[in-house]
């Protein structure tokens, strides 16, 4: 399939000031010129959206929560100036070129404000101005519910519209050009040899998201349901990217490909609990009514009709979690720890779902580091340890050589 | 007719920061109380849309214009900040509110991107919102035109969408708040007693557009067609403002009502040239080809077949005007003299065109300060002249005391 459409999304520090934007402005046009049609989706430049979200909070009276049908019409706006803006740039340099708002570009959603999602694309308006021979510039993170008011899509909102875009238009290629020149084995602040992947298959970049490229793992999860090859590669890099894409099963021996780290976890744990049925429900919902999300759950063998049950969360979330915990009277228990300053180290591969003894090697290489290991978990592409944070740095170096992946 | 909603037009300068904004909300709240519908019209906040403009420049190769199209949607951004921040504010206060782009507002427009008039008003959508019990915030200065893409009104351009919606509306009043007290019958900060106008109308209102009010001739145009009342007032004063309404013919005995003064005025004369049927077009044809507005026009008697041509000009235009002319090959004259620092005083009254005698009074009262005149301009409503700039304090005084503007 050649239709040289090509979604590009330039994320906010991208086009962080003029010059910046203007440098992708000329970008964009070479891709034009090299035959290709430029799809752009753009975030907001730089910290726009941060700061409209204060503002937001800022004029309410008594601390109130801002509207949320408001809220999302105003944060649209942050990119409808870098739509606009780059537009305008192109154009000046005698490019057709047109913007399009997420509502113009046919982008519908459901309507959940402030964290909407895609139920459908109406490409007419796109595929007319393709047509048209006009270079796209579609402000992202945004589109419109079927009352006709405007919605945002929360968290990776511009990775989603770009990778929704490419899906809707069957793009060659999704091309997201961030800070980071690609995806790494492991992250190359910790690991000077950490490798830039030429390739990583969907599964294990939506374990691996929380690396470097912080690609939203809903942007793949997208990617991979509607096959997008997606691209991740450095803004003002000439250096080759990563290619995210279907695995190749016939070349299942690569089995590790990379460490995913996540910092500042916290523990909670609830000492000599009753172990009967609904328990862990029990704990979980006064806290998911509060909105707190739960990551890792690790519950230990019953002792004399008791249990001890940990689970990890956001440290931004620990002291609230606690006090719902103390204060929720249906809960008999001996004591409550909570704990922060844990770190999150994950081995990631698809390989490894049909190869034995790398958890073992996994927890060898960490006590050779005498590094302890506060839980485990484990899928099927993953094996998760909690370890404390100061140890982070030392782990993903004895693991990352331990599993040779600075080598190809 | 009392259908009891009121609109109301917040500039800029009254929304400038996040404190003004919330008293605006308490404002608009409270009109709410009162039993009043509110549909409110706002600018964008102090200085957003220059900052908009300044940026659609820099962000251009080769110093080329910003396209007008992206221009608009880049522009109309500001309002939507401005009316989304004020209604999360009034929301916030327990009121039920909705924020409306121009678009959702149904104002619809021609397609001359950056001047655009409007051509229609679909008052379904804010009828329903009336029904509704929402306060409404209409994002001024913007609309749609009929292939959907977003046009903005140009100067005056939220005044003109207050008054619009106004008039669409059948409103009692159209409020206009702004950072003076209303209409003055000259400019306060120059003669001390200037006092404030309770009423005054249309037409002397179109003549004094230029003092302290800022409203645009364009605005009370509308009004004056569609006998829209509109209110002048301070944002944030407790003062009386001054009512714009149709004159009151019984009451035609109030002769002048104010003074305009319009400064930084420069005069172009071109000497001796020939005075054939044509030669006015001549002269002003190659200046509006180039966008240059002429004032005042004045041509001397003829002498020997030739006459003296003058007009004035905003200082701004002045260097570029006498260029034009000095390159036009197709003029012959003797010579061509430039001059700036004049100012534009003129005696403002409805009453004027039924008693005569002004004109020599404005005269006699000039030349008691021995200012000379160096132009003048009369049309029924109105007598202009043309002096040195350093004589407007003197002139305006004399004229405010000689005609008795400080008194009722």
Same mark, same amino acid.
């Given at each position: ?26 970008k964009i046009s070479e891709t034009k010129e090299k035959g290709f049609y430029p799809v ?37 706006? &942050? ?58 510039? !579609? ?38 050009? $961030? ?5 790494? $084995? ?150 409550? !720890? ?18 034995? &003894? ?45 599993f040779e992946l600075d080598k190809e």
């Amino acid at each position: 399939m050649r239709n040289r459409i090509i979604v590009q999304k330039y994320g906010g520090t991208s086009i962080g000031d003029v010059e910046k934007l203007k440098l992708i402005a000329k970008k964009i046009s070479e891709t034009k010129e090299k035959g290709f049609y430029p799809v752009v989706v753009v975030s907001a430049m730089g910290k726009t959206t941060d700061e409209l979200v204060s503002m937001s909070k800022e004029v309410t009276f008594l601390k109130k929560p801002p509207d949320l049908r408001e809220k999302d019409i105003l944060l649209s706006t &942050g990119e409808l100036v870098s739509s606009t803006l780059l537009a305008i740039s192109i154009k000046s340099l005698d490019k057709k070129v047109i913007s399009l708002s997420g509502s113009q570009a046919g982008i519908i959603t459901d309507d959940i404000h402030g964290s909407a999602r895609i139920s459908d694309i109406n490409t007419a308006r796109i595929m007319n101005e393709i047509k048209n021979d006009n270079i796209i510039i !579609i402000a992202g993170f945004q589109g419109i519910n079927i009352d006709g008011d405007i919605t945002t899509l929360g968290r990776g909102g511009s990775d989603t519209t770009a990778v929704a875009i490419a899906a809707a238009l069957k793009a060659e290629f999704c091309e997201i050009y $961030t800070d980071v020149e690609g995806i790494f $084995t492991t992250d190359p602040r910790i690991v000077h040899n950490a490798r830039k992947l030429d390739k990583i298959n969907y599964e294990d970049m939506l374990e691996m998201a929380v690396l470097g490229a912080k690609m939203h793992p809903r942007s793949i999860e997208l990617a991979s349901i509607y096959n997008v090859p997606v691209y991740v590669a450095g803004t003002f890099s000439n250096k080759k990217g990563t290619l995210i894409t279907k695995g190749d099963e016939m070349e299942n021996n690569k089995t590790v490909t990379g460490i995913a780290i996540d910092k500042k976890v916290s523990k909670i744990t609830i000492k000599k609990i009753k172990n009967l049925p609904g328990t862990a429900a029990s704990i979980l919902k006064p806290l998911s009514e509060k909105s707190i999300s739960i990551d890792v759950i690790v519950q230990n063998t019953p002792y004399d009709g008791f249990i001890d049950f940990s689970f990890s969360l956001s440290e931004d979330d620990l002291d609230k979690a606690f006090d719902i915990l103390m204060n929720e009277s249906s809960l008999e228990f001996d004591e409550i !720890i909570k704990g922060k300053g844990f770190a999150k180290i994950s081995l990631v591969g698809t390989g490894m779902q049909n190869a034995p &003894g790398y958890a073992t090697d996994m927890f060898i290489a960490l006590g050779k580091e005498k590094i302890n290991i506060e839980m485990i978990t484990t899928s099927e592409i993953r094996i998760t340890c909690l370890i404390n944070e100061n140890h982070v740095n030392s782990a993903v170096k004895s693991l990352h050589s331990a599993f040779e992946l600075d080598k190809e």
